[in-house]
């Protein structure tokens, strides 16, 4: 499973380095179907990833000999903020509805993760690798995340859009300081379907 989430990582990584220097066909539906993979790798499989449990050994009771409740609690825990840290990180840069909301919520349940990671290899000297791992996973994610969160949405439209014509990419930035103006999202609209219909 550690494997399969590094694979998903560098896969996740690579699509959106790609649709930022590319026009990337289907780039959008790819990222997407990634990222729900690594969701539910990390929200249901996330115990049993951070603890180091073989898929093929889960229903076995001598997985987890070694690992208190409390760790497997706390994985639970860390597997839930990774899955909406990673949501946030999707929905920002697709430029979908919340995206915002659910990238600041992932942020700072990862730094509660983080900060309890930190403390407990203070505290506990039998499971500080398991920490160490913790701290790097969610570390690496919530660097993303940062980067994506201090980044004006207009930065990383016009990032994205390769060739765009000048009046789409006005248009689309009138869009997002005014969300709500139909007069707006008409026009945005239409200079889409003008773009779009030229590819």
Same mark, same amino acid.
């Given at each position: 499973?550690?494997?399969?989430?590094?694979?998903?990582?560098?896969?996740?990584?690579?699509?959106?380095?790609?649709?930022?220097?590319?026009? /990337?066909?289907? #780039?959008?539906?790819? /990222?997407?179907?990634?990222?729900?993979?690594?969701? /539910?790798?990390?929200?249901?499989?996330?115990?049993?990833? %951070?603890?180091?449990?073989?898929?093929?050994?889960?229903?076995?009771?001598?997985?987890?000999? #070694?690992?208190?409740?409390?760790?497997?609690?706390?994985?639970?825990?860390?597997? %839930?903020?990774?899955?909406?840290?990673?949501?946030?990180?999707?929905?920002?840069? /697709?430029?979908?509805?919340? #995206?915002?909301?659910?990238?600041?919520?992932?942020?700072?349940? !990862?730094? $509660?993760?983080?900060?309890?990671?930190?403390?407990?290899?203070?505290?506990?000297?039998?499971? !500080?690798?398991? +920490?160490?791992?913790?701290?790097?996973?969610?570390?690496?994610?919530?660097?993303?995340?940062?980067?994506?969160?201090?980044?004006?949405?207009?930065?990383?439209?016009?990032?994205?859009?390769?060739?765009?014509?000048?009046?789409? $990419?006005?248009?689309?930035?009138?869009?997002?300081?005014?969300?709500?103006?139909?007069?707006?999202?008409?026009? !945005?609209?239409?200079?889409?379907?003008?773009? +779009?219909?030229?590819?």
């Amino acid at each position: 499973m550690v494997k399969l989430e590094k694979i998903l990582g560098v896969i996740i990584s690579s699509i959106m380095m790609l649709m930022l220097l590319f026009l /990337l066909p289907l #780039g959008a539906l790819l /990222l997407t179907l990634s990222v729900l993979i690594l969701i /539910l790798l990390h929200s249901v499989f996330g115990f049993a990833l %951070f603890n180091k449990i073989p898929l093929k050994n889960l229903g076995k009771k001598e997985a987890y000999k #070694g690992v208190s409740t409390m760790r497997i609690i706390g994985s639970i825990g860390a597997g %839930f903020a990774l899955m909406t840290l990673v949501v946030g990180i999707l929905f920002v840069f /697709l430029r979908w509805p919340f #995206g915002y909301v659910n990238l600041t919520n992932g942020l700072v349940m !990862a730094g $509660i993760v983080l900060l309890i990671s930190i403390i407990k290899i203070g505290t506990t000297k039998n499971d !500080a690798s398991f +920490y160490k791992r913790m701290i790097i996973r969610v570390g690496i994610i919530s660097f993303i995340g940062f980067l994506l969160r201090f980044t004006p949405t207009e930065t990383l439209f016009e990032l994205k859009c390769h060739g765009c014509p000048e009046s789409y $990419i006005e248009a689309e930035k009138a869009l997002m300081k005014d969300p709500e103006n139909p007069e707006l999202i008409k026009k !945005a609209d239409e200079e889409s379907e003008k773009y +779009y219909q030229q590819q």
